[in-house]
């Protein structure tokens, strides 16, 4: 009876498995049909011939090594960034006192509300008077300010779980706040900055809406921009376009991966308060 | 010494007592200067790309714009009056009811169960962990376009699929179709939200205790009378908050639709982000009307989130 209840436990979520991946399963399975093959009616899942040369030749039938240079340019500096800004933030925020502190974490809290699209008129206005549109750095920017809130929120959750004895007694040694950050906390928070590390070059590697609207030219297009443009033409070669997807998506999903138990807490933890 | 008790008095703490006053700067306090180090980046960065954009739109939907994007002058309320006069807006706000409505309701209705199952410990259930974060992690255009050829009317493999289990006689249109387009791009969010969702109930399961659910049983309650009156209850806080993020993540989600509608002209199947964004920048490219139209959507959310919040607070 409980082996029986067990085994259909088990069916039920492996049916729900495949439901979920197929997608992606019937874009790799596109990927490696030859060209004929992707115009037979009705359509077919598999391929008959298997041409794994797709996953060359994608390369040169559209600039695709440019377009994932340029989304790989903008998500690691912008990952840096958000690092680099988050961390000594949440630290101040976590553990110091100072006038504001509630009504900057509120204010920090509604950052996170407001997303690209509700202000991508006022960007757009704004980076054309900077004279940064068409420009890869409007993208580090705006990538930056937007995955900046929830990096401060996850690493000042991380950073108030870890007791303040060991820095306490950094002070009394005379290190400076500085130094007890660098040398105390960040070895401590490390898994909290892995995190919210991937999940900022996760943030900005997908982003869409600001690379569309503020980038014309076709070289410096972010790569969920430039495969978009295929779309919609009578001749678009699917198995080069999935390829390219497979590509692009099978590292993001090792990363997630890795952090996917962090980043739940972080998420919804960050919006109770 | 002075700005010490200052800072002190206004903190609403005692004044500490002289001996620890001499202590060179306490660090649990900060000085404006040192402030400005730690958090200065990040304020300066949300309130020059967060904050401001949102007065830029503001100012903008009272501008009067030509097609070049030159601002002209003012407009007064004229870019209002012309998107709240549009013929396709009653459409465009209904479609949009429908979408956020429809997409949570399906969305935590999926999850719950799902939570359910990934609470258990069986065989497989790690395979489903991983199914479940790919959607997740994937970017929504490539997601969206894996759907757009999926749903091709000629050669997409649902309709054969379809058809082959006797669920459709003939082909249909899924992208083409105006009264099949809105609920497939309602499946492909629900799809794209499920796993957040998922997890984040899941989070609020394994908070539960064991012994809540075992002395339930043990007083002879049912499975389902435990659930739904000792667990569901206690999923309310994690309910709210996956509620409330997934609808101001459906109302402002820009991808599925603009992938999955590209070929349909018109503002038929649109929501008020895609209205706005079409307006704005590909179809009129009246940045003026563009900014109204963004505006509304802000207070829209606004409006809903503040009423959302204020309910779930008083209950």
Redesign the interface.
Known sequence: MVTTR?LI??A???A???V??S??L??LF?SLKPQDE????????LPTVWDFSNYVTMWTSAPIAQYMTNSLIVAVTSTVLVL???I??A???A?????GRRA?LF??LV?Q???P??????????F?ALGLVDNLLALV??N???N??FA?WLLRGFIASVPATL?EAA?MDGAG?GR?LLTIVVPVIRPGIVTAGIYAF?AS??E??VGL?LISTDSKKPL?VG??QF??RDQIE?QH??AT?LI??VP??I???LV?KHL??G??EG??K | MTTEKQTSAIAGRPVPPAGRRRRPASPQRMRPLALLIWIGPSVLLIVGIVVYPLFETVRASFQDFALTGAVKGWAGFDNFEKVLTDPDLPRVLANTGIWVVAGVAVTTLLALPLAQLLNKDFWGGRILRIALIVPWAASIVMTAIGFRWILNYYYGVLNPFLMSLHIIQKPVDWLGDERTIGWVMIATAVFISLPFTAFAILSGLKGIPDDVNEAAQIDGATRWKTYRYITFPLLRGPLMVTVLLNSIWIFNSFPIIYVLNKSNPGYQNDTTITFMYKIAFLTDRDIGAGAAMAVLNVLIVGVCVALYVRRARLD
Not at chain 1, 38 to 45: A, V, Y
């Open positions: 067990r436990t088990s039920v979520a492996l729900l498995s495949v979920l991946l997608p992606y019937v874009m596109t992707l115009t037979i009616t009705p359509g077919t899942l680099l800004f988050a000594p933030a630290y101040a925020s553990r110091f006192e100072f006038r900057y204010f920090v950052a509300i407001l997303a699209i509700a202000l991508i008129v006022g960007l757009y206005r704004e054309s920017i705006i930056t300010a937007f900046l809130s401060i820095e002070w706040r007890t996760i590697w997908n869409f809406i609207t969920q495969i978009t779309i919609g699917w376009l999935f997807a692009s998506i993001v999903v990363l997630f991966l996917e739940v807490g998420l919804t919006s109770v």
